[in-house]
């Protein structure tokens, strides 16, 4: 027979960063909170090279999207130091800023145009010729026709973020059950708990279900409340820069080769991250040869030097991407159930916002300004009449 509890007044589905981080905000304002998570701490995060990009990411048509990025980049620093003082662990946050180069006549001008978007938005970016660039960053191709320069765009190691989450969420009292659940119990017509893999169940006044790219396909989750959120993938691949090279790069830097995007992401530890492809493959997370291979082919162009050093990881993971490729946010149509997921190529950036609103939701039943515009309902039939 199963064994059911009621003892949570929070429930978060999913235990990546995007969970664990709306688990600590939510048990930061008083409420029990329970994360169910076969392994709390992985998911995506764990591949991502964690560029905090809301300006060098942007894309026309974006700007509630931007709005919300640039409102996360700005808790970042203060929502770094928070945990690393709770938990004496280092997340790897570094303002770095982010340079996003040019390496021919045609991405110039691709580049051109996107600084007078910047401009007409307001944001700070900084136009440099290839030469301004390469005194930035010596290490850049010969080639390189001009950038831009974004100051504020920077950087956190996923890996690390995801560690210290973890453990800010046992420091607030958060129960991690290590298991699956595989059902979405509803009662009277309102989400009220999960069945689990070994066969408890799990009660709670408030559900969030922050499961990445399965989070539509949780059974007894009632059609039509959440779209579809399908997997991205992306493959990286992670070089380590012996002491001996001295600086090798000192920011973020980016570029499109070929029509790929392709960034390059310095830790301070010595550590490279190069990504990332971008695949409709389903839920495959096979690294391949030609992903590889495409990756080093594109960032040697950028940067030559590199085919130096020693290749010391390559790994995939998934985005969540959904229908708009914006987050889903908020109450869903079912009463009870909150959605936290959709973040697709900004889930790290994105993460201390979406812990402050979906919290502030949970806490106080109101939905923040700066939500709205990715309520999960804006996919439903009447949203789009």
């Given amino acids: 027979m199963a064994r059911t509890s009621t003892a949570a007044d929070v429930l978060v589905i999913g235990g990546g960063i995007i969970g664990l981080g709306v688990a600590w905000r939510a048990a930061q304002r008083g409420l029990g909170v329970t994360v169910v998570d076969p392994a709390p701490g992985g998911g995506a995060a764990q591949v991502a090279a964690g560029m905090l990009a809301p300006v060098t990411e942007l894309q026309y048509g974006e700007e509630p999207l931007l709005r919300l990025g640039v409102a996360s980049n700005e808790r970042y620093a203060a929502f770094a130091a928070e945990l690393t003082e709770?938990?004496?662990?280092?997340?790897?946050?570094?303002?770095?800023?982010?340079?996003?180069?040019?390496?021919?006549?045609?991405?110039?001008?691709?580049?051109?145009?996107?600084?007078?978007?910047?401009?007409?938005?307001?944001?700070?970016?900084?136009?440099l010729t290839g030469r301004e660039a390469r005194k930035l960053e010596p290490m850049l191709a010969p080639g390189v026709r001009g950038g831009l320069h974004v100051t504020d765009d920077h950087q956190v190691d996923g890996r690390r973020l995801a560690t210290a989450l973890l453990a800010a969420c046992t420091a607030a009292g958060v129960e991690l059950r290590r298991t699956e659940a595989v059902e979405l119990l509803v009662t009277d017509g309102r989400a009220s708990g999960v069945r689990l893999a070994d066969g408890d169940e799990l009660g709670a006044g408030q559900l969030v279900l922050a499961g990445g790219c399965r989070s539509h396909l949780l059974p007894g989750l009632p059609e039509g409340v959440l779209p579809p959120i399908r997997p991205v993938k992306g493959q990286v691949l992670r070089l380590r820069i012996p002491p001996a090279y001295g600086p090798f790069l000192s920011r973020n830097v980016r570029a499109v080769v070929r029509g790929q995007?392709?960034?390059?992401?310095?830790?301070?530890?010595?550590?490279?991250?190069?990504?990332?492809?971008?695949?409709?493959?389903?839920?495959d997370t096979t690294v391949t040869a030609g992903g590889v291979y495409e990756l080093l082919r594109d960032a040697h162009?950028?940067?030559?030097?590199?085919?130096?050093?020693?290749l010391v990881e390559t790994g995939a993971g998934l985005r969540p991407g959904s229908p708009d490729n914006a987050p889903v946010l908020g109450p869903t149509t079912l009463p009870g159930l909150l959605a936290a997921t959709g973040h697709y190529r900004n889930g790290v950036?994105?993460?201390?916002?979406?812990?402050?609103?979906?919290?502030?939701?949970?806490?106080?039943?109101r939905t923040p300004d700066l939500a709205l515009p990715f309520s999960p309902d804006r996919f439903s039939p009447k949203a789009a009449a």
């Fill in 261 to 283: 995007h392709i960034y390059l992401v310095p830790r301070a530890d010595g550590e490279l991250v190069i990504g990332a492809t971008s695949e409709e493959q389903g839920f």
């Fill in 86 to 127: 709770l938990t004496g662990l280092d997340t790897g946050y570094r303002q770095t800023g982010t340079l996003a180069v040019a390496l021919d006549s045609d991405d110039r001008e691709e580049l051109r145009e996107l600084h007078a978007f910047h401009q007409r938005l307001g944001l700070a970016s900084h136009w």
């Fill in 349 to 365: 950036l994105l993460t201390p916002v979406t812990a402050d609103l979906i919290a502030e939701q949970l806490a106080t039943g």
């Fill in 301 to 310: 162009e950028l940067v030559p030097g590199l085919t130096e050093l020693p």
